[in-house]
């Protein structure tokens, strides 16, 4: 059974930098995406990256392009994501999810971590 745990979130002043983990286990992720999502009070939930785990391709929402790197540890089954130069709109559930080859959806979630920037 697919598990994603996230890990790493808190409370940081605007301007600092947080990295949040994803463990992933269960299978094996050849050829899956990994996302992050966020999820702020009141808000639905927005895509923030993804990395594709075999090649290593990325792709970030505009909000946090040049402020946030994904990044992949094959060897742990991990996904990272740093994030720099924080804003309190940032403040929100950061979830990370799986999402196999071909399928159009994220089939697989974490319980999320909160990220709190403080103005």
């Known amino acids: 059974q697919v598990q994603l745990v996230e890990s790493g979130g808190g409370l940081v002043q605007a301007g600092g930098s947080l990295r949040l983990s994803c463990a992933a286990s269960?299978?094996?992720?050849?050829?899956?995406?990994m996302g992050w999502f966020r999820q702020a009070p009141g808000k639905d939930r927005e895509f923030v990256t993804l990395?594709?785990?075999?090649?290593?391709?990325?792709y970030y929402a505009d909000s946090v392009k040049g402020r946030f790197t994904i990044s992949r540890d094959n060897a742990k089954n991990t996904v990272n994501l740093q994030m720099n130069s924080l804003k309190p709109e940032d403040t929100a559930v950061y979830y990370c999810?799986?999402?196999?080859?071909?399928?159009?959806?994220?089939?697989?979630w974490g319980q999320g971590t909160q990220v709190t920037v403080s103005s």
């Open positions: 990395i594709t785990w075999s090649d290593g391709y990325t």
């Open positions: 999810a799986t999402r196999p080859p071909g399928a159009k959806t994220y089939s697989y």
């Open positions: 269960g299978r094996t992720f050849d050829g899956y995406t």
